[in-house]
């Protein structure tokens, strides 16, 4: 059984590009969050999704924006890179259930020069 | 909005010995789910062990075990016969909704294990 995966697993972008990231959720799951890692801090919650629409949403500009197809797997994609937007992205994929566990895939690191 | 803090920066242990890790968070809410997860260098990250606010009774895995004091707003993971192996960041998580909605992590633990 597949965990999360997650495409590519580096990146590198100028600044002004856009960026879009892959995920695939674990087997049987329907919602995908993505999460933003700076280095040495923590994840921040961007976006969840859950029946191809954005359920909730974090602290994080519209140049963000996400998709989820039918099949649950999701994009990340993020426009005007900024050389702030450096980081690790994760996705996470869980049932859509109180006290679901989020599984995490094993993230793509972003690069903007 | 819900924060958590994770006052340790780094911690180190001696194999076999056993550790501590702090979390605390706030929120006004009496329902919601607290985590940890460890990261290790290759950077995936893995559930460690998982709280159900409403649940009284400390959560345990194996050598792994939490000290839940809803009271004081305090979650912190004992980690016993430390291993190598054992060797992340460890980040403290906080959820309302767990699976069905966004996790609110802490700036997470460094620890080291002395051979």
């Known amino acids: 059984d597949a965990g999360v995966t997650q495409s590519p697993t580096h990146l590198i972008k100028t600044r002004g590009q856009q960026v879009t990231l892959r995920c695939s959720p674990k087997?049987?799951?329907?919602?995908v969050s993505w999460y933003q890692q700076a280095l040495g801090q923590g994840p921040q919650f961007i976006f969840q999704?859950?029946?191809?629409?954005?359920?909730q949403r974090g602290n994080f500009p519209d140049r963000f924006s996400g998709h989820q197809f039918p099949n649950y797997s999701s994009e990340l994609n993020v426009n005007a890179l900024l050389l702030g937007d450096s980081a690790l992205y994760l996705c996470?994929?869980?049932?859509?259930?109180?006290?679901?566990?989020?599984?995490f895939g094993p993230g793509t690191r972003l690069l903007v020069l | 909005a819900q924060t958590v803090t994770q006052s340790q920066p780094e911690m180190s242990v001696q194999e076999a010995e056993t550790v501590t890790l702090s979390c605390t968070y706030d929120?006004?809410?009496?329902?919601?789910?607290l985590f940890w997860y460890k990261q290790p260098p290759s950077r995936q990250m893995i559930l460690v062990i998982r709280?159900?606010?409403?649940?009284?009774q400390n959560a345990t895995e194996n050598r792994f075990s939490v000290n839940f004091q809803k009271a004081a707003k305090s979650f912190s993971l004992k980690i016993s016969d430390s291993q190598l192996g054992d060797a992340a960041m460890y980040f403290c998580?906080?959820?309302f909704g767990g699976g069905a909605d966004g996790l609110t992590f802490g700036k997470g633990t460094h620890l080291i294990i002395q051979p």
């Open positions: 996470a994929s869980s049932l859509d259930r109180g006290g679901a566990t989020q599984y």
């Open positions: 929120t006004s809410e009496s329902d919601y789910y």
């Open positions: 998580a906080f959820s």
């Open positions: 087997s049987g799951h329907d919602t």
């Open positions: 709280q159900e606010a409403y649940k009284q």
């Open positions: 999704y859950y029946e191809e629409e954005e359920r």
